[in-house]
């Protein structure tokens, strides 16, 4: 995920030396793995530590962890031994909005991030769906986030597109400081159909990610992909994000009429008298 954001910026023509990448990684090989990839290519101001993000943060200044103005992850779904004795009192500081559940950490993920973002910053998290509509301490936790005004979208994405993982997933948008225009709304993108199918694996094409920008650039209605839903909206709902709830499906209604059906039928059953004529005589022939 790092490395996108290399070739993000070197895509568009911008310098991507100016970059400084933190990161923290449980698994031995995967954060190794991280590093070898960073000087391989030529990445040279970086910090890749290894470590437990939720019991032991690694990243600190001052008196409190160190802020970011970019967060990104794409963290394990629906982690059960997160850490959560410690979460009610947690000494960083990041239960903002309340204590996730025992056995599912994917609200302390965000919350950890939210916290990790500085006075300017974006967050962008990968979750399963559940995390948008289970009730209990994770419904409390995302009506708390919601009255802070700091999620700016939730994009549904395809099954299949990550390893490891059939489930479709989401992408949870979060800003400190939201453009004016969006402040006090959400905007839900269903990107379910924005994929190419294989055997395997589907696949997030560069057209479906350039699609998926554009409705989220845009930040507007758009029939059948996108909503933009008001805080009442969410409320009206009892602080449910999952996505059929704002973004309606038209289904195109090709059924005949009464009346269409009937003369079909008529025909179809005068039809079917004349072919038992042609075949009692057909078969009085034989008789």
């Keep these: ?11 568009n023509g911008e310098d991507f030396r100016t970059l400084k990448l933190y990161g923290q990684e449980r698994n031995l090989t995967s954060s190794a793995i991280a590093r070898m990839n960073m000087f391989l290519h030529g990445i040279e101001d970086f910090e890749i530590l290894r470590g437990d993000t939720l019991r032991e943060p690694a990243f600190f200044q001052a008196d409190g962890l160190k802020t970011f103005d970019c967060v990104i992850a794409n963290p394990p779904f629906s982690l059960k031994d997160w850490g959560a004795d410690n979460w009610a009192n947690d000494p960083y500081g990041r239960n903002i909005a309340g204590v996730p559940p025992k056995g599912n950490g994917d609200m302390a993920w965000v919350q950890h991030m939210v916290k990790s973002m500085n ?12 995390a948008l509509f289970r009730k209990g301490a994770e ?6 986030l919601l009255e802070q005004d700091i999620l700016e979208a939730v994009i549904g994405l395809g099954p299949n597109v990550f390893y490891g993982t059939q489930l479709a997933a989401c992408v949870m948008i979060f800003k400190q400081n939201k453009d004016a225009d969006k402040k006090g709304n959400v905007l839900f993108i269903d990107a379910s159909e924005q994929i ?70 008529k025909q179809a059953w005068q039809a079917s008298l004349e072919a038992e004529e042609q075949f009692k005589t057909i078969l009085n022939r034989f008789l």
């Design 1 to 11: 995920m790092l490395l996108e954001c290399v070739d993000n910026l070197k895509h």
């Design 119 to 130: 006075s300017t910053g974006r967050m962008t998290v990968v979750l399963p769906h559940g």
């Design 139 to 144: 419904g409390k936790i995302r009506q708390a």
């Design 196 to 265: 190419r199918v294989g055997r395997a694996q589907n696949h997030l094409e560069p057209e479906h990610v350039q699609q998926i920008y554009e409705w989220y650039s845009d930040f507007q209605d758009v029939e059948n992909y996108a909503k933009v839903a008001s805080f009442e909206d969410l409320k009206e709902n009892d602080f449910n994000l999952n996505i059929p709830l704002y973004v309606e499906k038209i289904i195109e209604d090709n059924l005949p009429s009464v009346e269409e059906a009937m003369a079909d039928l």
